[in-house]
């Protein structure tokens, strides 16, 4: 067994490679998708079922996650995920229709709806409080390099070979990561296990379900907006009706009691706000650079690149930032000065230099990363293992919904600030992209009241600051 300090980094590597995968795989369908859609003899529009299929099983399957681990034990369903989603992958490289895609598909979703929030609560089990942030700075690195991996590696892949070795790349990967779970984490699973909540995970699933679909289809263009409306109509009554029932049950699928928890409560509520606040930079960034300012996709893509550069520069400095400043101090303060990054974002025009864009982007990158991993470290620092599993859940569910959000309600605000100045949506001038900036600056901003409210010395343990009046 290896060293405690070796676990420190091993445990989130293994975690994070797993979510490597399902973020290579999630960005490298989007390239193959006119290659795929000549092999099925159907058109790309068609195939998005493919993404779509993927997404809805993620957003069912998430909030089960807890229990399942709690029931079966977390290293046993974890290692079952990763092989899952292999398997899944297998059979997507091996499909020959659009409905063989879209099960698979369904298939990866389970596994990766288990996968990444039981592999978080591996990790958090695996190491002491003090190590959190730690382990959330490594974690988060491996999982960066998917999403920019996963345009160029997919559109070399399909050039060169076949669409389908994008689903057998992950084949080495799933075999190395259930090795490596079964040689370094350790057995747990919780003793007395509740029946599942089968009403609330039924009305958690569909109302989860509807809020994803609305997400997908509102980024589509020429999405019918009657079956939208009707989409998220479902989506509020499934969720009030899921909201009663978590009131009212003793062993809910998720858990609204943890909320109580000041550290939990402020991770998981002023995160989301602040994810769809910044999330949103994912979708304007691009068409403020390309659109706007007449950049190239090219030019575009490798200024952008440079968030995720501040992201990695993140990993050597959240320790020591938390450790001198404390959680409160620090998600609130970065918090101000990442809308304020934001917003600069909207002051860019054709003649600032490149290199001053790539600056303000890699600083604006790394503020964004030290948020998530303070907040996602600070999520568990007051939570009692026996509802580690459960918390888990529940955090995974906010992300999940928050940054499809982000970009979804970006796309929206930027088509009604279009309309409503009267220009035309196939030619969105600057200042219009620039508005929009300003009110998801004025939503990351709204992040503040939950990290402002914090105790001074908010998750101690985790951060290990000493506040001055202790």
């Not at 858990?255 to 000041?262: G, M, Q, S």
């Not at 509520?269 to 190239?296: D, H, I």
């Not at 907040?375 to 928050?402: V, W, Y």
Request: contains cysteine.
């Amino acid at each position: 067994m290896a060293s405690p300090v070796a676990r420190t980094m091993i445990v989130p590597l293994i975690v994070a490679s797993a979510l490597f995968m399902e973020n290579l795989d999630g960005t490298i369908i989007t390239t193959a998708l006119p290659q795929m859609a000549e092999t099925f003899g159907t058109t790309p529009t068609q195939l998005s079922i493919g993404i779509t299929a993927y997404v809805l099983s993620l957003a069912i399957f998430i909030p089960v996650s807890g229990w399942v681990a709690d029931k079966f034990g977390a290293r046993t369903i974890f290692c079952n995920a990763i092989a899952v989603f292999t398997v899944g992958s297998v059979l997507c490289g091996l499909c020959n229709n659009v409905a063989e895609l879209a099960a698979a598909r369904v298939l990866q979703g389970i596994g990766g709806a288990m996968m990444v929030p039981v592999g978080r609560l591996v990790m958090f089990r695996g190491l002491e409080k003090s190590e959190f942030v730690t382990g959330m700075a490594y974690l988060t690195v491996p999982a960066l390099i998917g999403p920019i991996l996963g345009p160029p590696v997919g559109g070399f892949i399909t050039t060169f070979a076949s669409w389908r070795w994008i689903f057998f790349l992950n084949v080495p990967v799933g075999i190395v990561g259930m090795f490596l779970v079964r040689r370094y984490i350790e057995t747990y699973r919780e003793a007395d296990t509740p029946s599942l909540d089968v009403v609330g995970f039924l009305l958690t699933g569909v109302a989860l379900a509807c809020l994803v679909y609305c997400f997908d289809l509102i980024e589509r263009p020429g999405s019918s907006v009657a079956f939208i409306l009707i989409l998220f109509a479902g989506f509020v009554v499934a969720g009030l009706a899921a909201a009663w029932h978590v009131c009212h049950h003793d062993h809910p699928v998720i858990d609204p009691a943890l909320l109580r928890i000041p550290t939990f409560s402020a991770s998981v509520l002023g995160g989301a706000v602040f994810r769809v606040g910044t999330a949103s930079l994912g979708f304007l960034l691009p068409v403020l650079l390309q659109v706007g300012l007449g950049m190239t996709a090219f030019a575009s893509g490798l200024l952008t690149v440079a968030s995720t550069l501040g992201s990695f520069a993140m990993k050597l400095s959240a320790s020591p930032i938390l450790r001198r400043w404390g959680f409160r101090k620090v998600l609130f303060g970065n918090a101000l000065i990442s809308a304020a990054g934001v917003l600069v974002c909207g002051v860019f025009t054709e003649s600032t230099p490149y290199v001053v864009i790539f600056l303000i982007l890699l600083v604006t990158g790394f503020l964004r990363s030290l948020q998530y991993t303070a907040l996602n470290a600070m999520a568990f620092a007051d939570i009692p293992t026996p509802r580690m599993s459960a918390a888990t859940s529940f955090s995974s569910m906010f992300q999940q919904i928050s940054n499809g959000l982000g970009v979804a309600f970006a796309a929206v605000v930027l088509d009604l600030v279009v309309v409503a100045r009267g220009e035309s949506l196939s030619d969105i001038p600057v200042i219009d992209i620039q508005i929009t900036l300003v009110l998801m600056t004025v939503i990351t901003l709204a992040s503040c009241r939950s990290f402002w409210k914090l105790p001074v010395d908010a998750g101690a343990e985790v951060s290990r600051h000493r506040p001055a009046s202790s």
